[in-house]
C-alpha cells in the first residue's frame, strides 16, 4: 500500500459519546470533521478483537463448525473462533479457543495475518492463525454454547463458497488464505506449540 499524505481522506473526531455498553461491545456515536470542512457522525462498535483458527486435519480435510448465530437467524458453518479477553496474546487465544469449542490441540501453529470484516461499523480485528498436528481430546465449551464438529475438503468448501452456503466473512477468508498457502503465494511460518 502507498503510504502517501492521506490528509485529504482523513475525519477527526470532535466529540465522542458512548451510547451503548454490553457484556463485550460498545457503541459509540461520534460527530467528525470531515476532509471538507463540514460535518457529520459515525456510529460504531468497539470490540475487543477475536481469533480465527484453521485446523488442518491429518486427512487433509478441515475441521469446521456448525453454530447456529442468532443474528442470522440459522445455523453457519465457520471456522472456530472466539473473542480475545483483556490482554490476552492472540496465539494463546487461539490455542485455547480451539481446544475449548473442538477438543483439539495442535502441535504446530502459524500466523496468517488479520482481518478487519466490518470497517464501516466496528474496529474489530481477527487474527488468524492455521494449526496442523491436531490430537483430539475433549470439547470444553462455554455454558450455553451448542455446536456441531464437521470436516470438509478445501473442495467441499470452495463449492459451498461458490453455492453462497458458506457465507461467513472471516471462514472465507480462511479459505482464501489457506488456497494461497497451498499455492505457494501466501507463506506461513509454522512453530511448535
Given amino acids: 500500500m502507498d503510504k502517501t499524505d492521506d490528509s485529504h481522506l482523513v475525519e477527526r473526531r470532535l466529540d465522542s459519546r458512548e451510547v451503548y455498553q454490553g457484556h463485550f ?8 470533521a470531515l476532509p471538507d ?5 459515525r456510529e460504531f462498535i468497539r470490540h475487543p478483537g477475536a ?14 463448525e456448525r453454530q447456529y448465530r442468532y443474528p442470522m ?13 483483556a ?11 480451539l481446544t475449548e469449542e473442538t ?3 495442535a502441535a504446530e501453529w502459524a500466523y496468517a495475518g488479520v482481518l478487519h470484516n466490518a470497517i464501516a461499523y466496528s474496529d474489530e ?5 492455521f494449526a496442523r498436528g491436531l490430537v483430539q481430546g475433549a470439547q470444553h465449551l462455554d455454558e450455553g454454547e451448542f455446536l456441531e464438529l464437521v470436516a ?7 463449492a459451498l463458497a461458490a453455492r453462497g452456503e458458506l457465507t461467513d466473512a472471516k471462514s472465507l477468508i480462511g479459505l482464501l488464505w489457506l488456497q494461497r498457502w497451498q499455492q505457494g503465494a501466501w507463506p506461513l511460518r509454522w512453530q511448535a506449540a
Fill in 51 to 64: 481469533v480465527m483458527i484453521v485446523p488442518l486435519l491429518a486427512d487433509g480435510r478441515l475441521l469446521m
Fill in 103 to 105: 477438543g483439539y490441540s
Fill in 25 to 32: 461491545l460498545r457503541v459509540h456515536k461520534d460527530r467528525v
Fill in 125 to 129: 480485528g481477527i487474527h488468524i492463525y
Fill in 73 to 85: 437467524g440459522r445455523v453457519m458453518l465457520e471456522f472456530p473462533a472466539g473473542k480475545l479477553d
Fill in 37 to 41: 470542512g463540514s460535518t457529520s457522525t
Fill in 87 to 97: 490482554g490476552e496474546d492472540p496465539l494463546a487465544c487461539g490455542q485455547r479457543e
Fill in 152 to 158: 470438509h475438503t478445501p473442495a467441499e468448501l470452495d
